[in-house]
């Protein structure tokens, strides 16, 4: 099959999918199984490369974030339980007003956080977001929720020891000093201008909480609030709630004191911190890097706040607590799974050979070159590190031939690589139910934001050029 015609199948089946899910008001899960049924079959990988292609997808993205995922899970519905987000609350608000907050929570992400697995931190700073949203007038929901994608995302690409911004300065060769310094300066005004800006759409009326956000029907069940006639049930919210739900609202009886539940938080970041560092000096096989693994370190933050749990509050409420997170983790994993199908599917129809012959022999400037690399790669497959990653190994040869700083060039990849983040990402089906959005509330608070994010440290870049 020709490279034009898989680009347009591809099309097709992001278009379908967004059809089935915000027209047909089919199940998440559904549409998306289905988008990638369409694409393998299209694309000619035949019934068999289709369905082991979906199967292969699922149990990758389970083998690579499920036990992380299942866990934060967990841990997050242990800090619930001993009040541990309340306390949080009540210092944020102690310390900054209601206009500073979503600045705050978003620039902090940002800087010390990145360290942090992206869906493990979104696993448990959701419960918190939900708590200071309402704090935050009509559209809290929308300004916190954009500064949890901010936080997370800019840091993720930009800021060392981020994943995909040590992969990108792997791959270009850029020093990890020189990435994390640029990076900072990058990331700290992205996440504020791309914040001003988002604010400045909510003044013009862009958010509809009836529309945007779940409602909350008796018993404590999960679904989008119907237009008057109608009763439209939107994308996975139909199959038993968000995650930690039940327990992130559940009265506290008690509120075990701040500085001792977020122990298991803190273990948790510096044992990953260290295991970054101990890869950085070539040391990750040692005792460090096996503590420092995020499955290890979570699992130890897991087993301190149950043990923690346990002693403050006894052994019944944190068993109920552990129940709550293993029953409220499976519309997660199988979104995040399915998600993993789809990119599967992609990658199986050579969407990046296609992509780097178009490119590699562009006449463009080498930095919207780069840009659009890593941009037109995280529309098509999902993921932000698979984009920066990929958009390396493409850029990686021609390196020399490009008059330009290695690290804007390496910057500008992870910029372009936070555009368009949408219905194929794992992180966007994690992100929504967590949150308890709609489909349209979450294009609305990751997607859009994203884009504007991408878009402005682009220009940041291409000035930053100019002077380098």
């Known amino acids: 099959m020709g490279d034009v015609m898989v680009l347009v199948h591809t099309g097709i089946a992001i278009a379908l999918i967004v059809l089935l899910i915000m027209g047909a008001r089919l199940n998440a899960v ?20 289709t369905t082991e292609a979906l199967a292969t997808g699922f149990g990758d993205i389970m083998a690579e974030v499920g036990l992380i995922i299942a866990m934060g899970v967990l841990l997050g519905s242990l800090l619930a339980a001993m009040g541990t987000l309340e306390n949080i609350v009540d210092r944020l608000l102690a310390l900054f007003t209601p206009t500073q907050l979503p600045y705050a929570a978003g620039l902090t992400l940002t800087v010390f956080f990145p360290v942090i697995y992206g869906d493990v931190l979104l696993v448990l700073m959701a419960p918190l977001v939900r708590s200071l949203a309402p704090r935050l007038g009509p559209s809290g929901m929308a300004k916190m929720c954009t500064a949890l994608a901010i936080g997370i995302n800019v840091g993720l690409v930009f800021v060392v020891p981020g994943a995909a911004a040590i992969a990108i300065a792997g791959l270009l060769g850029v020093p990890l000093g020189t990435m994390l310094f640029a990076g900072l300066l990058l990331a700290l005004p992205t996440a504020v201008l791309t914040m001003l800006v988002y604010n400045q759409l909510l003044r013009f009326g862009l958010w509809n909480p009836a529309r945007d956000e779940l409602a909350r029907l008796d018993g404590g069940t999960e679904a989008p609030a119907a237009e008057p006639g109608t009763q439209g ?7 038993g709630g968000a995650a930690e ?19 298991p938080i803190v273990v948790a970041v510096l044992l990953v911190a260290a295991g970054v560092v101990a890869d950085m000096v070539e040391a990750g096989d040692g005792i460090i890097g096996f503590l420092g693994d ?13 043990l923690l749990a346990w002693r403050s509050l006894g052994r019944g409420r944190a068993d109920d607590a552990i129940g709550h997170g293993f029953r409220e983790s499976g519309i997660v994993l199988i979104i995040t799974g399915a998600g993993g199908s789809l990119a599967a599917v992609i990658g199986q129809t050579g969407m990046e050979d296609i992509l780097g012959g178009y490119f590699a022999a562009g006449a463009f400037a080498p930095l919207l070159i780069a840009w659009a690399v890593a941009a037109i790669l995280q529309i098509s497959l999902g993921s932000a590190t698979v984009a920066i990653i990929t958009a390396g190994g493409i850029l990686a040869p021609i390196m020399s031939t490009l008059d330009v700083p290695t690290v804007l060039v390496a910057l500008v990849a992870s910029s372009g690589a936070l555009f368009g983040m949408q219905l194929n990402s794992n992180f966007f089906w994690i992100f929504q139910p967590l949150l308890r959005l709609t489909t349209l509330g979450t294009l609305k608070t990751l997607t859009l934001p994203m884009c504007i994010a991408s878009v402005i440290s682009l220009a940041l870049i291409m000035a930053a050029s100019l002077v380098l």
């Open 30 to 49: 559904i549409a998306l199984l289905a988008g990638s049924i369409y694409l393998g079959l299209a694309a000619g990988l035949g019934f068999a490369g």
């Open 233 to 239: 049930v939107d994308g996975p919210a139909d199959t």
């Open 245 to 263: 739900a039940a327990v992130a609202d559940a009265p506290v009886a008690s509120r075990v004191p701040l500085r001792i539940s977020l122990l």
């Open 294 to 306: 995020p499955v290890i370190a979570i699992l130890i933050g897991l087993v301190l706040a149950y």
